[in-house]
């Protein structure tokens, strides 16, 4: 995985220098990057040399004179240039493994590599954490980290992960303690392994390691229909056990699925901290319905205007609470349409894993100016579904109009429109 350019960033250094997609950085000052990591350490200079492989093949060497803390601009296919660090682990409820074939390619990768944790949230187990990237980590002092912990228990976690390496994880973690490397865990519940007594020696456990653990998620595990092994879901009676014994830890939150499983209401922006795992599906209901009440509404619109949210089955109650706010505005319809999961079975239920077929199945009949979509059913970067369809295609197949929310379900975007019919 080299140092490959896949775009650069208008009106920067590198552009400037008409670096484009397909040229390969290769070296800083004479030092070949292993990942963005290196990266950003070697540019911290104002006067650096760097040394591109254009796309024709030709080698070239460039002497730039910049800011101390200057960006060069450009944007990398990956955040790793060396090898990501496979996993190790083979857990009894892993994603990957309940995929059909056919999707995207980087849809099979099982990475576990700290550095992607570090660089872009990804979690990791520890299981494949080695001396030499635990040095790496203590003398940069990177951090934070996001753990997948699931369990303290050491013989249920080697029986969940099915690695022998899984029972260090106290080990490790108070490893991240002692050199004062803060990291975020996360507890993938699954009925019959890790809930009730089990969760609560594991947030026990996690309550000891002080000020260096910032928050603990709880998310309950995703089963599709391809999944060969039984594995039980989370049931209303299993989410509102999790939800009692997560309410006596402190900074420890249960995703929404838990509140929309057991009936209960979306709890206030206080029970979410800094919403330090939004990306989890913990508080992001209740950041779409707060920000929302921060907007200013037109109070009419001069051209009629329907427009219809595509969401996710899991988004719906928050979605609803949006659409009785926009109805007050005169000449404007509102309508939610959830879009269910064919695809992956009805247990799927959000908006990261919707398929182009299921969009289009679900919104044949709906008679709406804009049909309202989150980018997070978009491969970053791209139009296209998980499953290689685009979203041109799909307009081309529904003939209907598509507005793309770009910070996944930003509703100002969406207000931002209404304000264009006055």
């Given at each position: 995985m080299?140092?490959?350019i896949?775009g650069?960033?208008?009106?920067?250094?590198?552009?400037?220098?008409?670096?484009?997609?397909?040229?390969e950085?290769?070296s800083?000052?004479?030092?070949t990057?292993?990942?963005?990591?290196d990266?950003?350490?070697?540019?911290?200079?104002?006067?650096i040399?760097?040394?591109?492989?254009?796309?024709?093949?030709?080698?070239e060497e460039?002497?730039?004179?910049?800011?101390y803390?200057?960006?060069l601009g450009i944007i990398?296919?990956?955040a790793?240039?060396?090898?990501?660090?496979?996993c190790l682990?083979?857990?009894i409820?892993c994603?990957?493994?309940q995929q059909?074939?056919?999707?995207?390619?980087?849809?099979?990768?099982?990475?576990?590599?700290?550095r992607l944790?570090?660089l872009?949230g990804?979690?990791?187990?520890?299981?494949?954490l080695?001396?030499k990237?635990k040095?790496?980590?203590s003398?940069?002092?990177?951090g934070?980290?996001?753990?997948s912990?699931?369990t303290?228990n050491?013989?249920l976690?080697?029986?969940?992960l099915?690695?022998?390496?899984?029972?260090?994880?106290m080990d490790n973690?108070?490893?991240?303690?002692d050199n004062?490397?803060?990291?975020?865990?996360?507890i993938?519940l699954?009925?019959?392994?890790?809930d009730d007594?089990?969760l609560e020696?594991?947030?026990k456990?996690?309550?000891?390691?002080?000020?260096?653990?910032?928050?603990?998620?709880i998310?309950?595990?995703?089963?599709t229909q391809?999944?060969?092994?039984?594995?039980?879901?989370?049931?209303e009676?299993?989410?509102?056990?999790t939800?009692?014994?997560a309410?006596?830890?402190?900074?420890?939150?249960c995703?929404d699925?838990?509140f929309?499983?057991a009936g209960a209401?979306?709890?206030?922006?206080?029970?979410y901290g800094n919403?330090?795992?939004l990306d989890d599906?913990?508080g992001?209901?209740?950041t779409i319905?707060?920000?929302?009440?921060?907007?200013?509404l037109?109070?009419?619109?001069?051209?009629?205007l329907?427009i219809?949210?595509?969401?996710?089955?899991?988004?719906?109650?928050a979605f609803?609470?949006i659409?009785?706010?926009?109805?007050?505005?005169k000449n404007?319809?509102?309508?939610?349409?959830?879009?269910?999961s064919t695809?992956?079975?009805?247990?799927?239920?959000?908006?990261?894993?919707?398929?182009?077929e299921?969009l289009?199945n679900?919104?044949?009949?709906?008679?709406?100016?804009?049909?309202?979509v989150p980018?997070?059913?978009?491969?970053?970067?791209?139009d296209?579904?998980?499953d290689?369809?685009?979203?041109a295609?799909?307009e081309?197949?529904?003939?209907?109009?598509?507005?793309i929310?770009?910070?996944n379900?930003s509703i100002?975007?969406?207000?931002?429109l209404l304000?264009?019919?006055?």
């Open positions: 080299p140092a490959k896949s650069v960033i208008e009106d920067s250094i590198a552009q400037e220098l008409e670096l484009t997609e397909g040229d950085l290769l800083i000052d004479g030092v990057p292993q990942d963005m990591i990266y950003n350490y070697l540019c911290k200079n104002e006067l040399t760097i040394e591109i492989k254009k796309i024709n093949g030709e080698i460039i002497e730039l004179e910049k800011d803390d200057e960006d990398f296919e990956s790793v240039f060396d090898r990501v660090k496979p682990n083979n857990c409820f994603f990957v493994a059909p074939k056919g999707l995207r390619d980087t849809l099979y990768i099982k990475d576990d590599d700290y944790s570090y872009q990804t979690y990791i187990t520890t299981t494949n080695t001396e990237d040095e790496r980590i003398r940069l002092h990177l934070p980290f996001y753990i912990v699931h303290t050491p013989d976690r080697i029986q969940m099915r690695n022998p390496n899984a029972g260090k994880i973690l108070n490893w991240f303690k004062e490397i803060p990291f975020h865990a996360q993938v699954c009925p019959g392994y890790n007594a089990e020696r594991t947030l456990d996690l309550s000891t390691l002080d000020d260096f653990l910032l928050s603990v998620a998310v309950p595990v995703g089963i391809f999944r060969e092994q039984e594995l039980k879901t989370v049931d009676n299993v989410a509102k056990r939800i009692e014994i309410s006596k830890y402190k900074k420890v939150c995703s699925e838990f929309l499983l209401d979306i709890p206030k922006a206080e029970y919403f330090s795992q599906g913990v992001s209901l209740r319905m707060d920000d929302f009440d921060e907007l200013e037109p109070k009419t619109l001069k051209t009629p329907k219809s949210f595509a969401c996710s089955v899991a988004a719906k109650s609803d609470y659409a009785d706010g926009l109805k007050k505005v404007l319809e509102v309508s939610v349409n959830p879009v269910k695809y992956w079975g009805k247990n799927i239920t959000v908006a990261g894993l919707i398929t182009s299921d289009i679900s919104i044949e009949n709906i008679n709406a100016d804009y049909i309202v980018s997070i059913m978009l491969k970053p970067y791209s296209l579904f998980l290689g369809c685009s979203m295609e799909v081309k197949k529904t003939k209907k109009k598509f507005f929310c770009e910070n379900y100002s975007e969406v207000v931002d304000w264009e019919y006055c």
